[in-house]
């Protein structure tokens, strides 16, 4: 292509670096030590949901922005090397604050999956479609995510996206879907509460590990599990917003996402699905404004049905194969059944909920689900979830704020979330622009994290070995 010089040199540098056994990233760093690079003439989205810079210039220091701006704006450093990417889109790395990693090995699934190398893959995954962090929720367990969290940042780990999780709570037996149940059960990772002074002392062990945010499980699925009840819950919410750290609740029925947000859960997880929203819930949320993370599609498998390449990149054949070849609906194993005789239904109360959501305040954030079950790959489902929230009136800008900027004040990332002097250098450059079509945040050409460009050649050829 005849671009990136500096970067992809380091990228070489820090695969051989991993071969040797040295430290990738310090490599990396040392390699770019001084060095500075240019993006020169791509459009810019700077993740502020405003209008695009056409040609711009990205100023690039030690993994760090120095500089945004149009070409006219921002001078050209002196000895700076130069990228050309006239034609480009570059819009801020994704961050995802919803998923469940380290239990899917695509030929099984379960806590046996659960290791260091496992998760690096999945996080390897992440970077490989834009994601520059991505959030285990609930089911990680937290002595080895905080290990894994040290490694990554003292730079021991391969190039990925970052590592965030959040331990979670349930009533016992109660908690995630039955198969992730079982994982986490093995695990032993779901901190079971009954009252509100256990409820409290969890929570007061979570803050004491430096931990910032928590996952809550209120809802019965549908009678069939106890639901956390409400003394507990508050409790939870109170204890950590004493300690400044965040909730995030599952709670699908109408009722109980009214609750928790009127106890004060910070982050909504899933939408209400069966009924239209009130307009007593619409003030509640116009008053307290929680985040939002949809969570519609579960890395929706479904698009691996129509032979788009973008999802079969990153899963081996076999898994896609399986997919296509599974016709029949079994709870949210991925399928390409029909669509399921509710399905319209569904779509009827997404399509009247969702402008609701957004017209009342609340602060849309990526999340997707991937890895609660067998079958749905990394990274790829973000892009799915964009473009849904499209789909459903959400302007392209809004996504991209909403896939970035947001996202990462939500999990206090300072550093990422939008294109601006004194960020991470964390960026995905596209062929075509995502405001004329989201669904061109596919169009990856490249992903840089920290100023380092990701090698997708590498991990790609690593997944298809392994098929
Ligand atoms: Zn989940």
Avoid at 87 to 93: E, N, W
Avoid at 103 to 130: I, K, M, P, V
Wanted: net charge neutral; glycine share 8%.
């Amino acid at each position: 292509m005849g671009r990136t010089f500096t970067l992809l040199m380091s990228g070489v540098l820090a695969a051989a670096a991993l071969v040797h056994g040295l430290s990738p990233v310090a490599l990396a760093k040392g390699e770019q030590a001084g060095r500075i690079t240019v993006f020169d003439g791509a459009r810019i989205l700077d993740g502020n949901g405003g209008a695009a810079i056409e040609t711009g210039r990205l100023v690039i220091e030690n993994g760090r922005i120095s500089a945004v701006g149009t070409q006219s704006a921002v001078a050209l450093p002196p000895g700076a090397t130069r990228v050309d990417a006239a034609g480009k889109t570059i819009m801020p790395a994704m961050i995802n604050v919803h998923a469940h990693m380290g239990y899917e090995a695509y030929s099984s699934w379960g806590a046996r999956n659960h290791t260091a190398a496992n998760l690096l893959d999945h996080l390897q995954r992440e970077a490989f479609y834009g994601v520059v962090a991505a959030t285990s929720v609930g089911s990680s367990p937290t002595e080895m995510s905080l290990q894994f969290q040290r490694d990554q940042q003292a730079g021991k780990s391969a190039p990925a996206a970052r590592y965030l999780f959040m331990p979670g709570m349930a009533p016992p037996n109660g908690g995630p879907d039955h198969i992730l149940r079982e994982a986490t059960n093995e695990l032993r990772v779901i901190n079971e509460v009954m009252t509100p002074e256990q409820a409290r002392a969890a929570v007061r062990r979570m803050a004491d590990q430096g931990i910032r945010h928590v996952k809550m499980w209120v809802d019965d699925r549908g009678g069939t599990y106890p639901k956390l009840t409400p003394d507990v819950y508050t409790a939870i919410v109170q204890e950590a917003h004493a300690r400044k750290m965040t909730v995030h609740a599952h709670a699908i029925q109408l009722a109980d996402q009214k609750a928790v947000v009127a106890a004060g859960a910070d982050v909504l997880v899933h939408m209400v699905q069966n009924v239209a929203l009130d307009d007593e819930y619409q003030a509640l949320l116009r008053e307290k404004k929680p985040y939002w993370a949809t969570v519609i599609t579960l890395g929706d498998p479904v698009e691996v049905c129509n032979d788009d390449a973008f999802f079969a990149e990153a899963m081996p054949a076999a898994v896609v194969a399986r997919i296509r070849a599974n016709k029949e609906r079994v709870g949210l194993t991925a399928h390409c059944a029909a669509p399921s005789p509710n399905a319209p239904n569904r779509e009827k109360t997404l399509a009247q909920n969702f402008p609701l959501m957004i017209a009342a305040g609340v602060k849309l954030v990526l999340a997707t689900d991937t890895g609660i079950h067998p079958g749905h790959t990394f990274g790829s489902g973000e892009h799915v979830e964009l473009a849904r929230w499209v789909q459903l009136g959400l302007p392209p800008a809004q996504a991209i704020v909403a896939a970035t900027k947001t996202p990462a004040e939500l999990m206090g990332l300072d550093d990422l979330g939008t294109l601006a002097t004194g960020k991470r250098a964390s960026f995905i450059v596209l062929n075509a622009n995502p405001l004329d079509n989201i669904r061109n945040t596919r169009t990856i050409a490249d992903v840089y994290l920290d100023g380092v460009k990701f090698d997708r050649e590498a991990v790609r050829r690593k997944w298809r070995e392994q098929r």
